[in-house]
């Protein structure tokens, strides 16, 4: 089992920056899928971003259109915690945001972008992009 915990939400202006982070504990490793998902009230989780890596070494980050150019998915493996910097911020962004671990490794185009594909998830953080 991996227990994933996020923190980092909070209240920002339009155009701001928030970095949230996801750390993981229990049955972790070195190569993990992981990523980013958000829901916003009266709306469905959607995918935000993924990254899968082995060691320090990132492969494949994904991201939802909404975001690229301004998100960006990283992780540290001594602190074994995932980053989702968020730049540019604008109030659409506004949403709980969830990290995502899967069980199975995935690489190029496998990485999934729909829920379904990851099996461990944080208890979310809020995020509210004032205008």
């Known amino acids: 089992q991996v227990q994933l915990v996020e923190s980092g939400g909070g209240l920002v202006q339009a155009g701001g920056s928030l970095r949230l982070s996801c750390a993981a504990s229990?049955?972790?490793?070195?190569?993990?899928?992981m990523g980013w998902f958000r829901q916003a009230p009266g709306r469905e989780r959607e995918f935000v971003a993924a990254a899968s890596w082995s060691g320090v070494r990132t492969y494949d980050a994904i991201y939802a259109d909404s975001v690229k150019g301004r998100f960006t998915i990283s992780r540290d493996l001594a602190k074994d915690t995932m980053y989702l910097q968020m730049n540019s911020l604008k109030p659409e962004d506004t949403a709980e945001y969830y990290c995502a671990a899967a069980r199975t490794y995935y690489t190029g185009i496998s990485l999934p972008r729909n829920s379904g594909g990851y099996d461990y998830w944080g208890q979310g953080t809020q995020v509210t992009v004032s205008s």
């Open positions: 229990g049955r972790t490793s070195s190569s993990y899928t």
